[in-house]
């Protein structure tokens, strides 16, 4: 067990977006306010999976909608709180831990704000380990457990309780109530008991992020190269060294979809390299073949400095390092793939382990 | 004949030029920038109508580059008592005003604020009607606290700036008509957090930039000078004097834009890197279609974020007045400067510091001052440190170019002696003529401009028919700024769409840029 003070925020937020895939957008707002959270309401205990009790209660705490609307019409505050009581009040039972569902972007720092406000600890992981763009694409949606009930709250003080079908149907009409709300909401979702979450959540991701961020910072202090130290902790593969020379976005589903090219250069020289992104990061090759495909993670990272640039933050002219990294073993079974490999997304190939595809690229 | 007076007011000196109406220079003068800013324009002005010969009636426009504003806020230095009333509420209580400011600018302009009903949704749709009642208690509250300036912010403003002007014109009622009231739809884009940043900052700079705008005025007035006034702005366009005295913060970043604008204009190249050496700082830029490439990134004026457009700079600790030194059997050039005391310290001036310039002067790139006082420098520290410029300035070159391509390289500045005659990554090193005074020029040529950034719907009326609507607003801004009607461009259309949500929702942003209309 620790505590997460004020000053591990900004490194959670690094460490999360390095985690979200490229996806999450930007954490400034989420960052503002678990800071001020832990100001005015001391530190949060942070629960590692192992130290949770089974039959407890487990609440997911997150932000959906765009992140862009959110810059402007900022949260009233009471959101997160609101979903996460009503939804303890409908289940009739208190929850024993806020629990993360994603890492990557305002929805790492959330699930810390809502900890902080309400005085609970937080647990040690997440649903995804990573981003994903839709409800559904959690490892518990994946185990069979339902959304559902889930409460969406806006600002104003509206709330809806869901009981949906299934999860697909949970999607869909939060979403809807999302865009009436204003593009805008917190939601309470996956309601957890301590052995499910035990089962299914990706574990360690906060001290993971939290490790990322603060080595990636320190690095740029000292003399050390923040990628080594990024690939050493995250057990991930440096995929490319260039400078991006084309970003195509184009809005054809309601996510932003686009391809990134990359020309090498130092090592890579002479090859080229693109990435396939809908929000987040979902297939990278070099010359034209796979290097890395997800659920893996892949994240392009600033060549200088280390730190990770979100899909929607790519540019011409930057210079970058991507690096890919394993997806959590939950994510590689074939269930798992099916919701969230590269056919789901429409991309006509197979998934393929990173690990394996480095092996055949380096042979 | 019609002329222009351009004047740059830079932290080390301060230059003017004057420019015919074929945009001819035929006077330029350079003086030390002064502590109280008229001084210095004084003798620059004094100077430059002597040497062209004109009468003053004759100049017919007068644009004015500072960066007084900045060095105010960087400085805390002579700024106001700041109340903001922001219209979000129940949205916006999350994060509250200020939270992310430092405590010493916090200390100075001692910000009050009150969070009232109002703001809208992206569409344009109120997330709450304001409550006059509610708006004038908070405005009392203030008005007790003893502000000196107002600042108004409002979710989504950008897209509707009513329930920001509902407040003005409450504050009117309150406050009198000429207390200072900055509404924050007419400085800053989208970020209701960065753009309520800048209006605070702008509030709490009005009344000491009314006096330096005004100190400008009366220095024309002196010389016979009746043109019409405009001020420089960060994207490299005009505004008027009276706008600019309103509206001081969007100056903040104009000096380096006004270089590289003038680079554009004094060289004829339009697409190009610029190396801008002053006394202490080099900075680098890089021009496309003749305006700055502008950074995407959250810009932090001394110390508070906000969303401004600055040009895409990479700043070196290289200029003239550089220490030169040897450690670690190194040869070391800058950060440290001799700075505004070049023209005493310089070995080359007769003083006893070795500088970048004489080194310069020793290598023969440059004939100022008594080059003789350095023909007994060792050669190789001399080769040494030419060579530690040099690498200093192809790595920038390098970090600020978008493509492995060759581009013209224009150098200007004071400093630009500095600059060898072939750099890798450069396809040619132009050093124009009036190099020195690139910023005056800069000032003197821009244009005027006007932009739109708001989130539009595009299900109703199409994409198409939206985009024809952003770029007649964006036209319409420029033309009420100044432009010439038949003039007016549209020079920028970004088209964002919103992430995570299978709406139409997309953000437009928009500039139209026109040539001034002359009188």
Sequence with gaps: ?363 | MRYRLGIDVGGTNTDAVILDSNNRVIAKQKETTTTDVSAGITKAVDRVLQYSDINPSEITNAMLGTTHATNAIIERKGLSKVGLIRLSAPSGYGIPPFVDWPNDMMAVTKNSFVIVKGGYEFNGIPISKPDKEEIKKALAELKKNGIESLAVSGAFSPVNADQEELVRELAIEIFGKNFPITLSNEIGSIGLIERENAAVLNAAIRKLAERAYGGFQDVLKKHGINADLFITQNDGTLMSIEYAKKYPVLTIASGPTNSLRGAAFLSGIKDAIVIDVGGTTTDVGILTKGFPRESSSAVEIGGVRTNFRMPDLISLGLGGGSLVIEKDRQILVGPQSVGYKLAKEAIVFGGETLTATDIAVAAGMADIGDSSRVTSLNKDKIKNAMERIRNLIEEAIDKVKISAKELPVIAVGGGSILISEKLRGASEVIKPEHFEVANAIGASISQVSGSIDGVYDITAKGRDAVIEQVKNEAKQEAIKAGAEESSVDVVELEEIPLAYLPSNAVRFKVKAVGNLKST
């Design chain 1, 1 to 363: 067990m620790r505590y997460l003070e004020e000053k591990d925020i900004d490194y959670i937020a690094i460490g999360a977006a390095i985690l979200g895939a490229g996806g999450g957008g930007d954490p400034y707002i989420g960052k503002l306010m678990a800071k001020q959270a832990i100001k005015k309401h001391g530190k949060v205990k942070l629960l590692s999976v192992n130290e949770i009790d089974d039959n407890g209660l487990f609440i997911p705490s997150a932000m959906m909608g765009a992140p862009a609307v959110m810059v402007e019409k900022l949260p009233n505050g009471n959101e997160p709180e609101m979903a996460f009581r009503s939804l303890e009040k409908y289940l009739g039972k208190k929850a024993h831990a806020v629990l993360p569902i994603e890492a990557g972007g305002i929805n790492s720092c959330i699930p810390i704000y809502t900890a902080a406000t309400l005085s609970l600890p937080l647990v040690d992981a997440d649903g995804m380990g990573r981003a994903f763009p839709e409800l559904p694409m959690v490892t518990f949606s994946v185990a069979g457990l339902s959304a559902t009930p889930m409460v969406v709250c806006d600002e104003k003080g509206n709330k809806l309780v869901l009981e949906t079908i299934n999860n697909a149907w949970s999607e869909i009409l939060a979403r809807n109530a999302t865009i009436a709300m204003g593009l805008s909401s917190m939601i309470s979702i996956y309601c957890l008991n301590g052995i499910n979450v035990k089962k299914y959540a990706v574990k360690g991701t906060i001290s993971l992020a939290l490790e990322l961020g603060k080595r990636i910072t320190e690095s740029n202090k000292s003399d050390n190269d923040p990628i080594e130290s990024i690939l050493e902790i995250s057990k991930g593969f440096k995929l490319f060294k260039g400078k991006i020379i084309d970003v195509k976005r184009d809005l054809t589903t309601g996510f932003v979809r686009g391809k990134v090219t990359i020309q090498g250069i130092e090592n890579d020289t002479g090859s080229s390299f693109e990435i396939d992104f809908q929000n987040e990061n979902l297939i990278a090759s070099k010359n034209g073949k796979p290097v890395a495909i997800t659920p893996d993670l892949i994240t392009v990272l600033d060549k200088e400095k280390g730190f990770p640039i979100t899909t929607e933050a790519l540019k011409y002219g930057q210079r970058v390092t991507v690096i890919g990294m394993p997806c959590d073993p939950f994510w590689r079974t074939e269930d798992a793939i099916n919701q969230v490999g590269p056919r789901y997304f429409k991309y006509d190939l197979d998934y393929k382990p990173i690990e394996e595809l480095v092996k055949e690229n380096l042979s």
